[in-house]
């Protein structure tokens, strides 16, 4: 049902009701006041009939007989009787239309009273239509007027509403319009009723979105524009440039950074910058630590770092973060090939590195400490870890140095798998060696220190070794933080050397941390 219709049936119906309800007190009221004036005829009648029998010398059955003719015609009776004192009729004129009962109430139409000066009683009976005639004359004249205004009423509200709901079908239709996109439809205002307001407010409300989509339609070329000058501009660039979202997933890429990574330009065939660098081919000692690297270094950082890859790139990253108010933290990923500078670095480290292990060896990480305590920057840690094998001389007195030197360089493939490829193993001489921990933290220091002893409890070679020769051989660790623990590279390696000595005499296969509250304290997380 429509809003018209509600609105007339509603106001039809309230209108009956409250008539129906205003005619049942009129019916009630009147109904009272006719059975009031019968109650006073009827004290009339015994008062007359007093004055009548005192005055009167004739036969009282007469005169009563003669009165009772008398009021039957003055006051419209239909009954009346002269009954004896037991009850029985002695005189009686007309016939009586409601049954005789014992008791009558208030509201009946049959009265009766005792004679004045006897024992007798005279019973009367008034003609109904007599009685409520004038309340039922008023009660239907009342209920028909009430009728007659609701229709005349509705009638109204029928026009009201058939004009108002045309002028609101048009405002409907023409609010379909502009959803469908046509913006050059308007009201017909006529009038300053409240209809003609809504039309007025709905033209203003459809210019100003005319004005709003041809102000889009123009940002939108500007920015078509300048995103295409963008693209030129980033296309020229020899440096690769990524675009990424805060969960690092690549948004665009230049065509120089698609070719550095081998993939499609300017949309790279995974969204995600970790599995496009995989498929790239990062070297798989980088892909363990890949997620560490996403979250723990480009979130933090805008140093740069890098990548080497299968085929011999090596890669430098570099990543900035800015935060828009609309589309939230996002990121411009700059990456330089740096392979030619990484060749003659590696013809540097054959001389600083170690030939068995393929780490540093002493010189390396002595140049490699210095260099990296000069560059660190203002609050950033430096962690450095000593290592020694638990019981590797009875493996190389027992099975040989063969198996000593294939013993060593599993041990040095556990200690860079365990750690990130920011971090540096050595190899200090025998079966000791040292990693150097770049951008540490305590929590950092203990996870690597886990996953080293970890990687030892669950390397197969060792684990052979173990079940075949009851020889075990697993590692002891010591570590400090550089400036937290120590202040020069004196201390902090003789620091390191001495929570490695903690960890020997603890048990061995353990690790210890030296404590931050002072530079001799140690601190025991796992064993």
């Not at 980033?234 to 990524?242: F, I, Q, R, Y």
Request: proline share 2%; with cysteine; net charge neutral.
């Amino acid at each position: 049902m429509s809003f018209k219709w509600k609105w007339i049936v509603t106001t039809f119906l309230t209108q009956i009701f409250f008539g129906l309800v205003f005619s049942a007190i009129q019916f009630q009221h009147m109904t009272d006041a006719a059975l009031e004036a019968m109650h006073g005829n009827v004290a009339t009648m015994q008062l007359e009939l007093g004055n009548l029998l005192s005055k009167s010398g004739s036969k009282r059955e007469e005169v009563i007989r003669q009165y009772l003719h008398t009021v039957m015609l003055k006051q419209d009776l239909v009954y009346a009787a002269l009954l004896s004192s037991s009850g029985k009729p002695v005189v009686t004129l007309g016939e009586s239309v409601e049954p005789r009962t014992s008791s009558l109430d208030s509201s009946s139409l049959v009265n009766s009273f005792a004679t004045p000066g006897g024992s007798e009683r005279i019973e009367v009976e008034f003609d109904p239509d007599e009685v409520f005639g004038k309340r039922n004359h008023f009660v239907f004249f009342l209920v028909g007027a009430f009728v007659l205004s609701a229709f005349a009423c509705g009638l109204v509200l029928l026009g009201l509403g058939n004009a108002l709901s045309a002028r609101l079908t048009e405002l409907r239709l023409k609010a379909g319009a502009i959803q469908s996109g046509d913006t050059s439809v308007r009201i017909d205002v006529k009038g300053k009723d409240e209809l003609s307001c809504l039309g007025w407010a709905f033209n203003n409300m459809t210019e100003a979105i005319e004005l709003q989509i041809s102000l889009m339609e123009e940002n939108t070329l500007r920015s078509i524009a300048e995103k295409n000058r963008l693209d030129l501009l980033l296309s020229s660039l020899n440096s690769g440039v990524a675009y990424l979202d805060e969960q690092f997933n690549v948004q665009y890429v230049n065509k120089a950074l698609a070719r550095m990574l081998k993939t499609t330009s300017p949309a790279p065939s995974s969204p995600d910058l970790a599995v496009l660098l995989k498929r790239a081919g990062v070297v798989r000692e980088q892909q363990v630590i890949l997620n560490d690297l996403m979250t723990e270094y480009f979130r933090n950082h805008e140093a740069p770092d890098e990548l080497d890859f299968t085929d011999g790139q090596a890669l430098q990253f570099r990543f900035a973060i800015y935060r828009d108010k609309v589309q939230g933290p996002h990121g411009v990923l700059i990456v330089e090939d740096v392979s030619m500078r990484k060749n003659v670095e590696d013809l540097k480290n054959e001389v600083e590195t170690d030939p068995l292990t393929a780490v540093l060896n002493r010189r390396g990480f002595e140049m490699t400490l210095q260099s990296r305590l000069g560059r660190l920057l203002p609050g950033e840690l430096l962690g450095v870890m000593y290592l020694d094998l638990d019981g590797f001389k009875a493996v190389n007195d027992t099975l040989g140095h063969k198996a000593g030197d294939q013993i060593l360089k599993t041990s040095a493939s556990l200690l860079k798998g365990a750690t990130r490829n920011i971090d540096l193993v050595a190899r200090l001489g025998g079966d000791e060696f040292a990693i150097i921990i770049g951008r540490a933290n305590m929590q950092l220091m203990k996870n690597i220190s886990e996953r080293i002893i970890d990687a030892f409890s669950r390397d197969k070679l060792l684990g052979r070794i173990r079940q075949n020769h009851h020889l075990s051989v697993t590692c002891s660790i010591g570590a400090a933080l550089y400036p937290l623990h120590a202040q020069n590279v004196t201390d902090l390696l003789e620091l390191s050397d001495r929570q490695m000595y903690f960890a020997k005499r603890a048990g061995k296969n353990c690790y210890r941390i030296a404590s931050s509250s002072t530079n001799t304290g140690e601190e025991m997380t796992r064993v």
